[in-house]
């Protein structure tokens, strides 16, 4: 279970998560936008156990990420509900109740960091002393709808990243040492081209240096040496029937990955000029 302090600062949200025991387990500053939200469905997701997920659905399991925000109602608010999240409405400044080991001498000042170890403590401890934010509009719930589907999104790529990483672990760990991310853009180029360590090692630098382009990065001849190098090391082999049993799972798993990435660009295709999408 997750409980979650979010302290509105107008143009950016600061995040605190904590555990059940109150420990601290993240933080973040996100943007108010749906790109915001995605990080949050991504800040969250990391933590999260499998008592929270619904096995039947793989969606959130009921009343297992509280979430306490000072934002008023609105786009990001909306945004929080439709994906299951439970939402409760603080206002730190009008507040009446007992001090929580999480408070501040400065919790009442709702534009400082200050706030949001205090919204977490007093979602974790005391959440029913304050309500649900106001109702929706139809608008809104269309949001709901696209912040649910991008949760969901968000999820799914986790899965498929933590397999492809544990496949890779078992026949291929030498690509774990190679790429800083094996879900990255480039990452995954080039291990549907070359998803076996033999393969790998007839990759050319040319290729990979196209690749590594391609994802935007920085040193790219720098980079692509040593990618190079690493993927051409000597390593212990598993057996030819093992390497391509893991290899299929990794090349799947890669597959998953870049068409949640398709589905995710096509969100950020509707966005408008405030970070929502147009019409919300």
């Not at 360590?197 to 240096?209: D, E, N």
Request: glycine share 8%; hydrophobic share 40%.
């Amino acid at each position: 279970m997750l409980f979650v302090g979010d302290a509105w600062q107008g143009d950016h949200h600061d995040i605190e998560v904590q555990d059940a025991n109150g420990r601290i387990v993240a933080r973040a500053r996100l943007p108010e936008s749906l790109e915001g939200m995605g990080r949050l469905h991504e800040l969250i997701a990391e933590h999260l156990t499998d008592v929270d997920v619904d096995p039947e659905t793989g969606g959130l399991t009921a009343g297992r990420v509280l979430i306490g925000t000072t934002a008023p109602r609105g786009k990001w608010v909306s945004a929080l509900i439709g994906p299951g999240y439970t939402v409760y409405a603080i206002d730190l400044s009008t507040r009446d109740r007992p001090r929580t080991d999480t408070d501040t001498d400065t919790d009442t000042d709702t534009d400082t960091e200050d706030n949001v170890p205090t919204l977490a403590g007093v979602v974790r401890q005391e959440p029913a002393g304050f309500g649900p934010p106001e109702g929706s509009t139809p608008a809104d719930k269309d949001l709901m709808l696209i912040s649910r589907i991008q949760q969901g999104c968000v999820w799914d790529r986790i899965r498929e990243r933590s397999r492809l990483r544990s496949a890779l672990l078992e026949y291929f760990p030498a690509w774990l040492a190679a790429f800083d991310d094996p879900a990255d853009r480039d990452s995954l180029e080039l291990l549907l081209q070359a998803p076996d360590p033999s393969l790998a090692a007839a990759l050319s630098f040319s290729k990979i240096s196209a690749a590594l382009r391609r994802a935007g990065r920085s040193d790219v001849p720098g980079r692509a040496s040593t990618i190079q190098q690493l993927l051409r090391a000597p390593a212990v082999r598993r057996s030819p029937m093992a390497e391509q049993t893991y290899a299929r799972t990794a090349i799947s798993a890669a597959k998953g990955i870049e068409m949640i990435d398709v589905s995710m660009a096509g969100m950020r295709e509707i966005v408008g000029q405030d970070g929502w999408p147009t019409g919300h």
